[in-house]
């Protein structure tokens, strides 16, 4: 079972994306709408890969990143951004994000974002 926390405040406006994610029957999908919901999942639940809005109301994005990776080394994330992906990586350089996804994702995102991690994680 994939364990993925989406962290949103915008709901509605990524719904293609959300029911996406959650509609594949091998993974478990939480959504949360602050970057510290996202840190007590990471610390209660493990899960494998947080992914991160651009506009969260008491965080920054890169900024999240960091905070997981120092809750957990292990978990992988992505991030909802309007950057390109050149200025994407000089920002997130050495975060070992596993990928951008553009600000308004969508149900191919979404697949193209789980087979990105079942590839790392080596699994289906």
Known sequence: ML?????????????????????????LFKQVVSGAEALEAVRTSAPHIVIIDADLPDTAPLELVQKLLRVN????????????????????????????????????????LLHKLRTVLGVG
């Open 73 to 112: 080394a292990m978990v992988n994330t992505a991030v909802v951004s309007p950057l390109s992906d050149e200025e994407f990586h000089e920002a997130s350089e050495g975060l070992g994000i596993l990928g951008r996804l553009p600000n308004e994702p969508g149900e191919s995102d979404a697949a193209e």
């Open 3 to 27: 364990r993925i926390v989406f962290a949103t405040a915008r709901p509605k406006a990524l719904q293609a994306f959300t029911a996406a994610l959650s509609s594949d029957s091998e993974a």
